[in-house]
T-cell receptor
Framework: AQRVTQPEKLLSVFKGAPVELKCNYS??????LFWYVQYSRQRLQLLLR??SRESIKGFTADLNKGETSFHLKKPFAQEEDSAMYYC?????????????FGRGTQLTVWP | GAVVSQHPSRVICKSGTSVKIECRSL??????MFWYRQFPKQSLMLMAT?????????EQGVEKDKFLINHASLTLSTLTVTSAHPEDSSFYIC?????????????FGQGTRLTVV
């Protein structure tokens, strides 16, 4: 069965420090991985998807199939990065748009 | 990008009454929509998959008679919380994906904060 694990419920860093939000998944096939972000009082929105291999707001995430991980990284955190981050998984054959979410990591960036 | 809109954004109701939450896809047609429940500072729990023109598919442990879902058109799904109780108080979120889009992004509504008093 598919499962997404985010080991850290809370993560705090100071502004300018590197940040890494961990995500591990379990799925036997070829998954599609996403990072969604939820800023305070705003809706959930897509931050990154692994197939795009892009950097958004300075964040990057690489799919490591060997370690079944999709960690989110940013070299220099900013205060505006403070938000709830969700790692999510989908796969070919699942209901269109169906996502499996991790429990989320609340990131706080201190000034 | 595509937009999914929920209404109302906030509702307070008395225990025992029913509440209807609407989820609309504004610029695309969604044959499938998803309803999630989110507890404070916690993950999104999928409640059910709403299918246009057919019955919704409920996740294990979700009472289908309590959470009625109707997906009567390609742009509207409704979730009705029947005979609401304080333990139903939560944040409900819907999402949908444009089936004709080349990307795989799911779009989320702004959520509905339900408080049952």
């Amino acid at each position: 069965a598919q499962r997404v694990t985010q080991p850290e419920k809370l993560l705090s860093v100071f502004k300018g420090a590197p940040v890494e939000l961990k995500c591990n998944y379990s799925y036997s096939g070829s998954p599609e991985l996403f990072w969604y972000v939820q800023y305070s009082r705003q809706r959930l929105q897509l931050l990154l998807r692994h197939i795009s291999r892009e950097s958004i707001k300075g964040f990057t995430a690489d799919l490591n199939k060997g370690e079944t991980s999709f960690h989110l990284k940013k070299p220099f955190a900013q205060e505006e990065d403070s938000a709830m981050y969700y790692c999510a998984l989908s796969y070919r054959g699942s209901t269109l748009g169906r996502l499996y979410f991790g429990r989320g990591t609340q990131l706080t960036v201190w000034p | 990008g595509a937009v999914v809109s929920q209404h109302p954004s906030r509702v307070i109701c008395k225990s025992g009454t029913s509440v209807k939450i609407e989820c609309r896809s504004l610029d695309f047609q969604a044959t499938t929509m998803f309803w999630y429940r989110q507890f404070p500072k916690q993950s999104l729990m999928l409640m059910a998959t709403s299918n246009e023109g057919s019955k919704a598919t409920y996740e294990q442990g979700v009472e289908k008679d309590k959470f009625l879902i109707n997906h009567a058109s390609l742009t509207l799904s409704t979730l009705t919380v029947t005979s609401a109780h304080p333990e139903d108080s939560s944040f409900y979120i819907c999402s949908a994906r444009d089936p004709w889009a080349t990307n795989t992004e799911a779009f989320f509504g702004q959520g509905t904060r339900l408080t049952v008093v």
